[in-house]
């Protein structure tokens, strides 16, 4: 039986993610065209973000918005527990597949030019899990797109997830290669899931070649040993 991913892994992954991400650019580019990011960021910058009065004023009720959040959830818990009984059997597999739906068509949407940043034409520039991060950029790569489709529909289907997990992380590295510093950008908080879900399935399936290996060795070694005594004999 494979055993389960560790929170400190999943944790850590997390954390690395958002340490080595780079300035943070929101979604601009996604929503703006370039022109009007360029007219934008030489706008004087709005008067929430200059006053440090506001600024502690907005983080207190977004700190008591939080809380009173965390506050409810836990005496809604019972509650909450009470109406879904029935369901709770099943939501343990609910959230690995609505991620692995998710990331496959979003990827596959990406590469088919499906989720085309501002200005562009749908379906008509195939992008690398983001739409500012559009292949036709560099020359010579728009061949990404065919493995990112591949891959996407694997995970769709649910076929070979361990293998399409694979090529999710090639796809990052070839990406982090292409776009450089644009790409890792999105490191922190864009591919911080997509990450551990991916090294997630590995460690599971790592997990899980090490148990069938014991449960193999196990079978087949008093078999053997009887062999060698009979040898010996």
């Known amino acids: 039986m494979a055993q ?21 650019a929101a979604h601009e580019p996604w929503l703006l065209t370039p022109q009007e990011v360029q007219t934008l960021s030489q706008r004087s910058v709005p008067e929430l973000f200059r006053s440090p009065s506001l600024l502690l004023v907005f983080a207190l009720f977004a700190t008591l918005a939080v809380f009173a959040a965390v506050l409810a959830g836990q005496l809604l818990r019972p509650t909450e527990d009470r109406l879904f009984r029935s369901l709770n059997h099943r939501s343990h597999d609910w959230g690995p597949l609505c991620l692995r739906l998710g990331l496959g068509t979003t990827v596959g949407m990406n590469a088919l030019g499906g989720l085309p940043r501002h200005g562009t034409e749908t379906w008509s520039t195939p992008t690398l899990f983001v739409p500012d991060m559009q292949l036709a950029l560099i020359p010579g790569w728009d061949w990404l797109a065919l493995p990112a489709l591949i891959t996407s ?39 911080a899931a997509l990450s551990c879900f991916c090294s997630c399935m590995l460690v599971v399936a790592h997990s899980a070649l090490i148990a069938c290996c014991r449960q193999a060795f196990h079978r087949f070694c008093p078999m053997r040993l009887r062999w060698s005594g009979a040898w010996f004999k």
């Open 4 to 24: 389960p991913v560790s929170a400190r892994i999943v944790l850590s992954l997390g954390v690395g993610m958002i340490l080595i991400s780079g300035s943070a």
């Open 153 to 191: 529909v694997l995970l769709v289907l649910g076929l070979g997830t361990r293998l399409a997990a694979l090529g999710i992380l090639g796809l990052v590295a070839f990406g982090s290669c292409l776009f450089s510093l644009d790409f890792i950008a999105y490191y922190g908080f864009h591919f």
